[in-house]
Every structure is written in C-alpha cells, then in structure tokens.
C-alpha cells in the first residue's frame, strides 16, 4: 500500500487480485453509481460483497446452488477494507474451519436494491 493509497483501495485491489468482478449499480436513471457489487464463483460457493460508501459494506459466503436469493453460510457488516479483509481470510469452502452450516439473513442486512 502506497502512503496515499486508502485502506479501502488496497482492499479492493487484494480482491481484484483474488478473483472478484464487479457490478455497479446505478440508480434508475443510469446516471450515478448507487452501490459497488463484487462477487466471486469459487468452487461450489460465491462470495460477495456490496458496499454504498467506505463505512457502510457487507460481505458473504452462499452455497451455489443459494445464490443470490438463499441465506449465506458466512456474512460480515463494517467497513470495506474489513469486511474485504474477513472474506479474504476465509478458509477455502469444505476446508476445516470453513463455514459450512447456512445462517439465516437478519431482517437488517442491507442489500442493493439489484439484488433484492
């Protein structure tokens, strides 16, 4: 990381390094970018994270075939850079210490409007 480079961008950068794409989501217009969508076919799981501004992000671990309706096997709510940070540091799905039991997706876990 660069002394000007936010923690945020190295997170993202390490995400983009690590296989992720991504999606902006715009508002009805096309005209603004509403929310930042990446995500990840890793095996026989996605993994996701969504952010709206640099304080405001949650990532998630699905099974495949949950996708993107299905509740997640694993989800984190913070910051970009930290929740980057705890998807990356997953172990690989069916590895020990992998999240393997589905968790259902509190009422409040903020989702862009695309992927409702």
Do not use: N
Request: hydrophobic share 40%; glycine share 8%; charged share 25%.
């Amino acid at each position: 990381m660069t002394r000007e480079e936010k923690p945020h961008i190295a997170a993202i950068k390490r995400s983009v390094e690590a296989g992720f794409r991504f999606l902006h989501l715009c508002d009805g217009d096309g005209d603004a970018v509403t929310a930042i969508h990446a995500e990840r076919k890793h095996g026989d799981v996605v993994e996701t994270y969504a952010f709206q501004d640099m304080t405001e992000a949650v990532a998630a671990r699905f099974r495949a075939g949950a996708y993107p309706s299905g509740d997640p096997v694993w989800q984190e709510h913070g910051t970009v850079a930290d929740v980057i940070a705890a998807l990356l540091e997953l172990p690989p799905h069916g590895a020990p210490g992998a999240p393997t039991t589905t968790r259902r997706a509190p009422s409040s876990l903020w989702l862009p409007s695309g992927l409702r």
